[in-house]
């Protein structure tokens, strides 16, 4: 390949550089680009124990987790193999990093960059001798052949061959020396090192940084990071390799599950015990006032100081006064639902009032009582005491009597509620209308005499033409 024998789209430096790009990113080939999720270790952190790259996973509740899952696939998984929430790993590899970014640290990375760089400029001036010793040899060798005599053909043909052999040296003393410089990149200088050290712990913590950015930022200096093995499984000791060859071991505290960290103060446990006369609003104004805070760090509400009541066995304060009852209570009483005594109370045909934590407190005396149960007798649509006895002979349900008359249902129900007919209430709570010959005649009459009552048009079964001929 013969470089820049034409202008081309991009240069050869450019081509290379691509190229090496796409190669550290092809994840096929092992490699492990940043990429955007939130998992500060993701594709540099491994499991000390198997050996295997730990796989990072994101739940669905956004958080991310170091999962040693290949292992297990292939069946070399160990006894010490783990799983760890990955702010666990995160934070103390973060922590030390920054750490290693002070200014006395700084400083000795600064020292250890001049010794490099000394280093390196003796490295090179070595090369650039060979360079400079070749080339004179070169100009030495072409000064004597032309001084040769031409007569002396032996001679100017020995000159020429040392001549040849001093140019092929020199070509490999720059060759040698171009590799050395290609080979190691130029270092940046003393006073662009300080300028990107000086905030970095607030370059970090911005908003603004990108995790892909503090991804970058984190592989510049660690090499990668290895869970190793830790017997208490309450502690997960970490291993970080830096770039220059350097190793440090951590030992964190692993990350408590929810319940053990998202617990109420004891103190506040103290106080809802001995104020646990007062109603839970109350109650959330007098732990808002002191300062107390849920276990998730919201402040108090009802439901919140319900919900610590209920998991500490804390009794609820009294909530009737003499003579009244809840809800329920009315409801068992009449035989009827809860839902049919908070319908009278909100239309007003039963008193009630607001009590602790706003229950329904009902004054609930004989009188009231009585009214209830007259109520509950004249209505059509609350439910009785069921009667087990069978429906008689001459017995049908509001649907048949509806239906033998060609009539709608509301208005068997209305008879039912005026006492136009005689029903009982039978097993399973259904209507039962007695609907004997006399019985049905009279309501024949009523229907026939009625100028309200539109006849229903029964529905015709589809006959049957699988027998017709086609």
């Known amino acids: 390949m013969i470089h820049d024998h034409h202008p081309g789209y991009i240069g050869w430096d450019d081509y290379l550089a691509n190229g090496a790009r796409l190669a550290a990113n092809l994840t096929n080939a092992g490699a492990r680009p940043p990429r955007e999720g939130h998992a500060l270790c993701q594709g540099i952190i491994g499991c000390g124990s198997c050996g295997r790259p730990m796989t990072t996973r994101y739940h669905r509740n956004g958080h991310a987790a170091y999962e040693c899952s290949a292992s297990p696939a292939d069946q070399t998984a160990t ?14 590899v973060a922590e030390r990093l920054l750490d290693a970014l002070n200014p006395d640290e700084v400083a000795l990375a600064l020292a250890a960059a001049d010794e490099v760089a000394d280093r390196r400029a003796r490295h090179s001036r070595a090369g650039e001798l060979a360079v400079e010793r070749a080339r004179y040899e070169a100009e030495r060798a072409e000064r004597a052949f032309h001084a040769c005599e031409p007569e002396n053909r032996l001679v100017a043909r020995n000159l020429e061959a040392r001549w040849e052999a001093r140019l092929a040296a020199l070509t490999e003393a720059d060759k040698t020396l171009a590799q050395l410089h290609a080979a190691v990149p130029a ?126 066995h804390i009794p609820p304060p009294g909530l009737l006064e003499p003579g009244e009852v809840t809800v329920a209570e009315a ?140």
Not at 257 to 263: E, K
Not at 277 to 306: C, E, I, K, M, W
Not at 375 to 382: F, I
Not at 445 to 450: C, G, I, K
Request: glycine residues 6%; positive net charge; charged residues 20%.
């Open 187 to 312: 270092l940046p200088s003393r006073a662009e090192l300080e300028a990107l050290t000086v905030d970095v712990s607030a370059l970090w913590h911005a908003p603004t940084t990108a995790p892909r950015d503090r991804k970058r930022l984190l592989r510049t200096l660690i090499a990668d990071v290895t869970l190793l093995p830790e017997p208490d499984l309450a502690k997960a000791r970490v291993g970080i390799r830096w770039h220059t060859g350097a190793t440090d071991e951590l030992v964190v505290a692993r990350r408590l599950a929810v319940v053990a960290y998202r617990r109420t103060d004891p103190a506040a446990i103290e106080l809802v015990h001995r104020l646990s006369h007062l109603s839970n609003h109350d109650l959330a104004d007098q732990l808002n006032s002191a300062g107390y805070t849920t276990g998730a760090g919201r402040p108090f509400n009802t439901d919140a100081v319900s919900s610590l009541r209920h998991y500490h």
């Open 331 to 470: 409801a068992r009483r009449l035989g009827v639902s809860g839902g049919a005594v908070t319908h009278w109370i909100n239309r007003g045909t039963l008193t009630a009032r607001r009590g602790l934590n706003n229950q329904w407190c009902i004054p609930f005396g004989s009188d009231v009582e009585e009214t209830c149960r007259q109520r509950v007798a004249a209505s059509v649509h609350l439910p009785r005491v069921d009667d087990p006895t069978p429906a008689d002979v001459d017995e049908r349900s509001v649907g048949h009597v509806a239906a033998a008359l060609g009539i709608s249902t509301n208005v068997v129900y209305y008879w039912i509620e005026h006492d136009h007919v005689d029903a009982r209430r039978g097993p399973g709570g259904r209507w039962l209308i007695d609907f004997g010959p006399i019985a049905q005649a009279a309501c024949r009459q009523r229907v026939a005499a009625s100028v309200h009552i539109k006849p229903i048009e029964q529905p015709q079964s589809q006959r049957s033409t699988c027998q017709e001929a086609v």
């Open 79 to 92: 006894t010490t193999c783990r799983s760890i929430t990955a702010a666990t790993v995160d934070d103390a």
